[in-house]
Structures are given as structure tokens and as C-alpha cells.
Nanobody, 115 residues
Framework: VQLVESGGGLVQPGGSLRLSCADSGSNFAFYVMGWYRQAPEKQRELVATKTVDGRTGYADSVKGRFTISRDSAKNTVYLQMDILKPEDTAVYYC??????????WGQGIQVTVSS
């Protein structure tokens, strides 16, 4: 399994970014795919998840601004981030979790929101 993120970068407050994560190493069947983030000197936190049967979950801080979607057949997950704020600045990690609760992580991608 190799989860590879793309789409990060620098954006001004109020702007948008779309993150993508694809499993380039296998055809693993992830029950849940999602995004986590870690800001400097803070713990990694959940951003958004989506199960294979379509249930979603969001951190309160991103509800109404971020949207998660996935293509289960391709083991790909996306995060549309709108109305970005400086406090969204972090390294974003893609996660895939199997039905047996085994976790796989991407290498992380930087998102910086700054004017």
C-alpha cells in the first residue's frame, strides 16, 4: 500500500485548495478513508472521513467549509477545502483504514494559508 497525496500549497485566506490521495501500490479495500492534519507543536487531529458506504464525519472546525469525497473503486479520496483560514495551516495526511482497523498513512502534504 502506498498512499500518495497531492494538491497542497500556499493559498490566501478565503481561498480554496483540493487535496487528492491515491493508493498507488495495491488494490486494498479500505473501509474508511480520510484526512488528518498536524500543525506545528500540535497533535495530529482528524479533519474528515468517509466510509465505503458513504457515511462522513468532519471536525467541527471545518464543517461547512471542507468536503470529503472518495472513489472507492480506485482507493482515492479527495478533500475540497474552501474559505480557508490561517488556522488551517498544517501538514495534511491521508489515511486508509481496513475493516480490521489497520491504518495506512500517506507521507503528508503541506497546506499554508497566509497573505
Amino acid at each position: 500500500v502506498q498512499l500518495v497525496e497531492s494538491g497542497g500549497g500556499l493559498v490566501q485566506p478565503g481561498g480554496s485548495l483540493r487535496l487528492s490521495c491515491a493508493d498507488s501500490g495495491s488494490n486494498f479495500a479500505f473501509y474508511v478513508m480520510g484526512w488528518y492534519r498536524q500543525a506545528p507543536e500540535k497533535q495530529r487531529e482528524l479533519v474528515a472521513t468517509k466510509t465505503v458506504d458513504g457515511r462522513t464525519g468532519y471536525a467541527d472546525s471545518v464543517k461547512g467549509r471542507f468536503t470529503i469525497s472518495r472513489d472507492s473503486a480506485k482507493n482515492t479520496v479527495y478533500l475540497q477545502m474552501d474559505i480557508l483560514k490561517p488556522e488551517d495551516t498544517a501538514v495534511y495526511y491521508c489515511n486508509g483504514r481496513t475493516v480490521t482497523a489497520q491504518d495506512y498513512w500517506g507521507q503528508g502534504i503541506q497546506v499554508t494559508v497566509s497573505s
